[in-house]
């Protein structure tokens, strides 16, 4: 049975879309929150973990380090258009490159609050 483990974050980050014909196209922030979920079997042993909640704020950090207090436009994988959609697969990839290939579980989901209302999320 595999089991999915998931813990939420929060950062700070300024963006604008460039080209964008609305209120998106000027400089603005907002507070992103941050969910991921990694999915495996509990392990046999005593703490029957599939990943020990501070493990995965390791795995993540380093990313959301990156993110906050920032404008996204300075990241180069998305300099003019820094969207939802764009960071969801951005944080993905950068999680994955953490992750060890002998590791016993893997990412399965990543969902990133723009606002208390709407997100992009990535499944496996």
Not at 70 to 87: D, H, S
């Amino acid at each position: 049975m595999e089991i999915t483990v998931v813990k939420e974050f929060t950062f700070d980050s300024a963006h604008f879309l460039t080209g964008y014909d609305g209120p998106c196209g000027t400089l603005h922030g907002h507070t992103y929150r941050l969910r991921v979920g990694f999915c495996g079997k509990p392990s046999q042993f005593e703490d029957s973990m599939v990943l020990d909640f501070a493990d995965i704020k390791k795995l993540v950090q380093p990313v959301i380090d990156q993110l906050d207090h920032t404008c996204l436009n300075t990241i180069p994988e998305f300099p003019y258009i820094p969207t939802a959609e764009k960071m969801v697969g951005w944080i993905c990839k950068e999680i994955i490159n953490q992750m060890d290939s002998r590791m016993k579980f893997y990412l399965s989901f990543v969902r990133l609050w723009e606002t208390p209302t709407s997100y992009a999320e990535w499944r496996a």
